[in-house]
């Protein structure tokens, strides 16, 4: 099992482009979530999904936006980078709506927004 | 006040020592709480649950003090591959919605 697959690692994009961030799992998890990570501040949840065709905002999705078509995939798409979504960036998964807290983590994607 | 704060650190502890830091938390109604090890430019990986009545995981000791809103970990004889930044995590489900809060991390570094 490859677990959470992330891509890419590393990204550098102007203000105003846009792109998708990828994140794949194999271990047949529901729950997939994006999270954030900014120096100074804890992981924030930008959206979720319990399962395919069903996705919810978290606590900072303004700027961001994810699809769920099948269980396996959920990529997050930035519509017009701006520099304050210079960050890292996770994707997680896990085996239950009552298991959410036993996240499995992608390996991160460090995005620059010059 | 933060839902969640932990001591930033760094704790620099010398290997073979015992570490332990807290991390407190401000809503009474949360109700798991669990230990996350990131090292250093990799992903979060779940460490152990905190259970009411305190749980080891070998050389790792976690305790929960609902009275007083914190948890703690606790590790015995540290390794050089302890060092890392240790996240805090809290739960709070509401109406059948669940929210995790993540701290900001403890940062330790076992010194040999």
């Known amino acids: 099992n490859a677990g959470v697959t992330q891509t890419p690692k590393f990204q550098v994009l102007k203000t105003g482009q846009s792109m998708t961030l990828q994140c794949a799992q194999d271990?047949?998890?529901?729950?997939m979530s994006w999270y954030r990570q900014d120096p100074g501040m804890g992981l924030r949840l930008i959206h979720y999904?319990?399962?395919?065709?069903?996705?919810d905002q978290g606590e900072v999705p303004n700027g961001y936006n994810v699809s769920r078509s099948t269980t396996e995939d959920f990529p997050l798409r930035l519509l017009s980078a701006a520099p304050s979504q210079t960050s890292v960036y996770f994707c997680?998964?896990?085996?239950?709506?009552?298991?959410?807290?036993?996240?499995?983590f992608g390996s991160g994607t460090q995005l620059s927004v010059l | 006040r933060k839902e969640v704060e932990q001591d930033p650190g760094p704790f620099n502890v010398p290997e073979g020592a015992t570490v332990a830091f807290n991390c407190t938390y401000s809503?009474?109604?949360?109700?798991?709480f669990f230990w996350y090890r990131q090292d250093c430019r990799k992903e979060p990986k779940l460490l152990m649950s905190?259970?009411?009545s305190g749980n080891e995981d070998g050389r790792f000791t976690a305790q929960l003090n609902r009275a007083s809103q914190y948890i703690s970990l606790l590790i015995r004889d540290s390794k050089l591959s302890d060092s890392a930044t240790y996240l805090c995590?809290?739960?709070?489900?509401?109406?059948?919605?669940?929210?995790?809060?993540f701290g900001t991390g403890t940062r330790l570094t076992i010194i040999p």
């Open positions: 999904s319990v399962g395919a065709g069903i996705t």
């Open positions: 271990m047949n998890h529901e729950y």
């Open positions: 997680a998964s896990s085996s239950s709506p009552g298991g959410r807290e036993k996240l499995f």
């Open positions: 809503n009474s109604a949360s109700q798991s």
């Open positions: 995590v809290v739960k709070i489900t509401n109406f059948g919605n669940e929210k995790l809060t």
């Open positions: 905190v259970y009411s």
